[in-house]
């Protein structure tokens, strides 16, 4: 599992993006990048994953870097519900998913 | 996405009794399922991986005997609490994985509390 390095906290205004990194420096050609987020007591929701390409759906973008050593998460247009913390993963396809610390988003309005 | 629900939402039991805690997916076939413990302010720590019809895989630390895992079937996993003390307070979070996703969905957790 490589590691990854998310910063503890970040603030965003409502309406605004919010752009949340994510260092994965040791990642393995097999690693895929996945994002979740949890509010609070509840269960973490899947926002999206990537392995080379960026992605998009309806919740998010993710851009991976070419070298794959960091991604970004881009909420394009963050709400007050957007408030949660951010977990950034790099597992295989497959594998147990393992959680680090995250980064608590704060959506201001 | 898809959708597991875990059930209960929250439960308070007293020392030395059993909880037991289910885990369905609700509509996809589950071939793997994880269970995690979070305590206040901490992010989840696995507890154990299960696959369908085989022993669950115990993270290193986690005693498989007071918690047991069963994933007798495609749509179900059950955590069970043995011998529950006061230290066992926490929540408990369920994720399921089909086997051609890439992503895991989670369970809404539950919260126990042992008196």
């Known amino acids: 599992d490589a590691k990854t390095t998310q910063p503890t906290s970040m603030d965003c205004a409502e309406g605004r993006a919010a752009n949340l990194p994510c260092n994965h420096s040791t990642i393995s050609g097999n690693e895929y990048v996945y994002w979740y987020r949890q509010i609070h007591s509840q269960g973490p929701q899947y926002i999206i994953h990537g392995l080379k390409n960026n992605e998009t759906n309806e919740m998010a973008s993710l851009i991976i870097t070419e070298d794959r050593k960091s991604s970004t998460l881009i909420l394009p247009h963050a709400t007050l519900r957007d408030t949660a913390v951010y977990y950034c993963?790099?597992?295989?396809?497959?594998?147990?998913?393992?959680f680090g610390e995250g980064t608590q988003l704060t959506v201001n309005p | 996405g898809a959708v597991v629900s875990q059930h209960p939402s929250w439960v308070i039991c007293k020392s030395g009794t059993s909880v037991k805690i289910e885990c369905r997916s609700l509509d996809f076939q589950a071939t793997t399922m994880f269970w995690y413990r979070q305590f206040p302010k901490q992010s989840l720590m696995l507890m154990a991986t299960?696959?369908?019809?085989?022993?669950?895989?115990?993270e290193q630390g986690v005693e498989k005997d007071k918690f047991l895992i069963n994933h007798a079937s495609l749509t179900l996993s059950t955590l069970t609490v043995t011998s529950a003390h006061p230290e066992d307070s926490s929540f408990y979070i369920c994720?399921?994985?089909?086997?051609?996703?890439?992503?895991?969905?989670f369970g809404q957790g539950t919260r126990l509390t042992v008196v």
């Open positions: 299960s696959n369908e019809g085989s022993k669950a895989t115990y």
């Open positions: 993963i790099a597992e295989t396809s497959g594998s147990r998913l393992t």
């Open positions: 994720s399921a994985r089909s086997q051609k996703n890439t992503e895991a969905f």
